[in-house]
């Protein structure tokens, strides 16, 4: 396990770029259970104070330590982005799998499913539920609602995938030498299927961040929740860029921007190394 | 005609149904809201200090019911929802009450499809050749090139990049206006003058939006073509001495189109609601503008006239879609 990381690491850049990142993240996210301040209390510091010593990436307008403040959020938005990816993820693949093969009426069944949800805008409905439930919005129902809308796209990419395999010669092979239909499945096409899922899990969890932080900007999530969305919600309500206050507005910013990058390397290089072929033509280049 | 009845019915009740499923859920989701919109008219009628008797109150809440439509229990609205929806009436406005809401709607409109259905087919195109090209030639320097640039800029939200482009060029160096669709105070009339105004007020939200979406598609197409480059059909090409600008326009990106047209179809039928945060970080005076303002508002019927046009414009996307996919690729029969 750890040599196979250790090679990940030395073959692909991008890999350890993205591996390293979120390791360092996840240690400051560790951090937070250190803090001495509450994240939801106001004035426990001095205002406005640039970087220094004692407050290593300044202080807000609302009297809290940006540099403690940035550890939990980057644990509330990662605990969440990760509850949403594992819940879709079990509804896409499922739906995806059952409707890609069965064909017929099932597969319409979930596919009009599947496409009310990729037709619904996903965007206002998710604002008209997040004004609705607002302040009861924490971490883990933000994580089931972002879950709950954002498997249907994935599943549509898995039914294409699983659409077209069917149509090629060695499902018929498997089908002639009297496998069994969870086998073909499982055996056959799982593997083809399996980098879409963990690429589309990666962007699953970007998707997530990227919804959080733009509904707490619009400041429709609970904000006394230190999230990374509802950090730059505070910094740019609060006039922080007129100000010049650029260690408030810019540490969660530059945060969003590294995990963002970093995810997305992770997932096209898991992506890579999952697909014999890619690797086949790495290997051969 | 088999066709018509194996492949083109089945379709047109399957659009059917999706919309029908999108109209049921945004009739019931804006009346889960805790606001009630005939309590609000009131309270802004009553607040201006204007004496009025509780009988005349009484018969105003009942004119205002009927005329939003939130008249007797639930399902006797949703029957009044589908009636108005056939004659294309999503009824008045609360919130500017008495315009209509599909008024405000075509004021919107040609805002957001102006600046958005460029953008999108701008950046489409762009993306896709870009992306194709890196990835079939992709040991060369400009090809690594642009994929860093892509690879780094594709992941990072677009609510970040539109204002970090807004500081840097509407603030810090003001290259371009901050805000608006046009200069204030300016008369509405067709001359070369107000166009170029429009322009230039379009150009920056145009510019964070298409930097986005080259980035993205991009990043699809590189995947898409690279995972091409070992079929046989193309090592076969190139043992063959096809030209090589033909195989990599002939021979990869058009097979790898494919999945990029479903994408396309999807992502124009967004653009209804999709340009929420564009118009909300731009100050754009298109529907996202009029749907974050309807949403602070508890104006149910601009709710749900927008998020239904964009739910029935994305259905036919999709249908016309699904109608090509066959002729674009012979592998999927339906049959």
């Not at chain 1, 205002?47 to 300044?58: E, I, N, V």
């Not at chain 2, 509407?170 to 669709?181: D, K, N, T, V």
Request: hydrophobic share 55%; aromatic share 10%.
């Amino acid at each position: 396990m750890l040599r196979t990381l250790a090679d990940m690491m030395n073959q692909d850049k991008r890999f350890a770029f993205g591996f390293t990142v979120m390791l360092i993240l996840v240690a400051l996210a560790f951090l937070s259970l250190f803090s001495p301040h509450d994240p939801r209390q106001w004035n426990v510091v001095p205002r406005d104070r640039p970087p220094s010593t004692q407050h290593l990436l300044g202080t807000t307008s609302t009297g809290q330590d940006v540099s403690w403040q940035a550890t939990w959020a980057i644990r509330n938005t990662l605990l969440m982005s990760l509850i949403a990816m594992l819940s879709s993820r079990v509804l896409a693949i499922v739906i995806g799998l059952l409707a890609g093969y069965s064909g017929g009426t099932l597969d319409r069944i979930l596919m009009t499913l599947t496409d009310s949800f990729v037709i619904l805008p996903l965007l206002p409905i998710l604002i008209l539920v997040a004004s609705i439930l607002k302040q009861s919005l924490s971490v883990v129902n933000l994580g089931i609602l972002l879950g709950a809308f954002g498997w249907a796209w994935d599943a549509r990419l898995i039914r294409s995938q699983v659409l077209s395999l069917r149509e090629r010669e060695f499902t018929y092979t498997a089908i002639l030498s009297g496998m069994s239909t969870p086998r073909i499945i499982f055996r056959e096409y799982l593997p083809f299927i399996f980098p879409l899922i963990t690429a589309t899990a990666m962007n699953n969890m970007l998707w997530a961040i990227g919804m959080e932080v733009t509904l707490a900007v619009l400041g429709l999530v609970s904000l006394e929740v230190a999230t990374l969305g509802t950090m730059i919600h505070w910094a740019v309500n609060s006039q922080s860029i007129l100000l010049g206050m650029w260690w408030w507005i810019l540490t969660p910013v530059v945060i969003c921007i590294f995990i963002f990058i970093a995810l997305y390397m992770l997932s096209l290089s898991i992506n890579e190394i999952l697909d014999p072929r890619l690797r086949v033509q790495r290997m051969t280049k | 005609m088999p066709f018509l009845k194996k492949y083109l019915l089945p379709r047109i009740v399957q659009y059917l149904v999706v919309i029908l499923i999108g109209a049921t859920l945004i009739f019931f989701v804006p009346r889960l809201m805790p606001v009630d919109p005939v309590q609000q008219t009131l309270e802004k009628i009553t607040i201006q200090g204007a004496f009025l008797d509780p009988d005349a109150i009484e018969q105003m809440r009942a004119t205002l019911q009927d005329l939003y439509g939130l008249k007797g229990g639930l399902g006797a609205q949703y029957l009044t929802f589908w009636k108005r929806l056939f004659k294309g009436d999503f009824g008045p406005s609360f919130a500017q009450f008495p315009t209509p809401v599909m008024t405000l709607i075509k004021t919107s409109l040609p805002w957001t499809l102006g600046l958005l259905v460029t953008s999108t087919l701008l950046s489409w195109l762009l993306g896709n050749i870009l992306g194709g090209l890196a990835a079939y030639y992709h040991e060369r320097k400009w090809a690594s090139v642009l994929e860093s640039i892509a690879m780094v800029m594709r992941p990072i939200h677009y609510y970040i990049v539109a204002l970090g482009l807004l500081m840097l060029l509407g603030y810090a160096i003001p290259l371009f206006p901050i805000s608006g669709g046009f200069s204030i105070g300016r008369k509405f009339i067709l001359t070369w003058d107000v166009m170029l105004d429009i322009l230039k007020h379009a150009l920056l939200p145009a510019l964070s939006l298409v930097i986005v979406g080259t980035c993205t598609w991009f990043m699809t197409m590189r995947l898409l073509v690279s995972n091409l480059m070992a079929e046989d059909y193309i090592v076969y090409a190139q043992v063959a001495g096809v030209p090589d600008g033909e195989i990599a326009f002939k021979y990869a990106i058009r097979n790898a189109l494919l999945p990029q047209v479903t994408g396309l179809a999807l992502s124009l039928g967004q653009i209804f609601g999709g340009a929420l945060i564009t118009e909300t970080v731009f100050a754009y005076p298109g529907l996202g503008t009029l749907l974050y303002s309807s949403i602070n508002a508890g104006d149910y019927n601009l709710m749900m006239g927008i998020t239904l046009l964009s739910v029935i414009a994305i259905a036919t996307g999709v249908l016309i879609m699904d109608l090509v996919y066959p002729l674009l690729d012979p592998r999927i029969r339906y049959d």
